[in-house]
């Protein structure tokens, strides 16, 4: 059945290639991001590919009011929406807490967390109301350990893994299943935006090791939504096979 699917940060890394994989299996999409021109041409694309629907809405998840303007302007048919993917997220530097750029953090928290609040409040109620829907929060292995130097990252995504759990409590009288995928090591934008565009330096990341592919990570978002009606996966943990904690990777 042709579900109706809203993911946020689709521009790239996970976001895109969630996007990607709902559209081959014929949902209809509204995808969101902060980067117009790159959101437009992904809807073109995916309009192009698959002869879906999809509605793009370019704002900035860190301003409440952008974030409701935009949700709130949907019409009926397109607040019908069976799955919201919360997966605009970032990691902003690399500093121990006493060296930390506030800056950083404030993106980070604005972001990871309260973007995530923001979307989760407009789009719930509609669930609510149909008595449906499955809420999925792309966490992180760092939302389950804390590594150096990752404090206020870790911390944000610990919010995540707290607040899916709560989301999952409130909402389970509802029908309403609330999933987090938490990732670990991904070959994507997220080291180039940790380190200010240093690809040098993003790209040592991931050497000598195979990391997951953003395609990984859709996979397993893709195939939680599959699952009968009954059947609810709370909390996934993926990480690629050479990495066996957040801070052990066997590299080559």
């Not at 048919?77 to 605009?88: F, G, M, Q």
């Not at 934008?189 to 690809?199: A, Q």
Request: charged share 20%.
């Amino acid at each position: 059945m042709k579900k109706l699917v809203c993911i946020t940060g689709a521009t790239s890394g996970f976001g895109k290639a969630i996007a990607f994989k709902f559209a081959a299996h014929g949902d209809n999409l509204i995808i969101t991001g902060r980067r117009k021109a790159l959101l437009d041409d992904l809807a073109k694309e995916l309009i192009l590919n698959y002869s879906i629907e999809v509605i793009p809405l370019s704002f900035d998840i860190r301003e409440r009011q952008e974030v409701e303007s935009a949700i709130s302007g949907l019409s009926e048919k397109w607040r019908c929406i069976d799955v919201l993917v919360n997966n605009a997220g970032l990691a902003a530097g690399l500093n121990p807490v006493h060296e930390g750029l506030i800056d950083d953090w404030e993106r980070m928290i604005d972001t990871n967390v309260k973007g995530l609040l923001y979307m989760t409040r407009m789009v719930a109620p509609w669930m609510v109301a149909r008595n449906q829907g499955h809420i999925i929060n792309i966490g992180s292995v760092a939302g389950k350990e804390v590594y150096p130097m990752g404090n206020v990252y870790c911390g944000s995504k610990f919010a995540v893994d707290a607040i899916t759990k709560g989301t999952r409590i409130d909402l389970v009288s509802h029908n309403i299943k609330v999933t987090q995928i938490a990732p670990g090591a991904a070959e994507t934008e997220f080291s180039l935006v940790r380190f200010n565009g240093d690809k040098e330096r993003a790209g040592n990341v991931y050497k000598g090791y195979q990391p997951l592919k953003a395609e990984d990570v859709a996979e397993v978002v893709y195939y939680v939504t599959t699952l009968p009606q009954h059947v609810n996966i709370n909390d996934l943990v993926l990480m690629p096979t050479a990495q066996a904690c957040a801070t052990i990777i066997h590299k080559k």
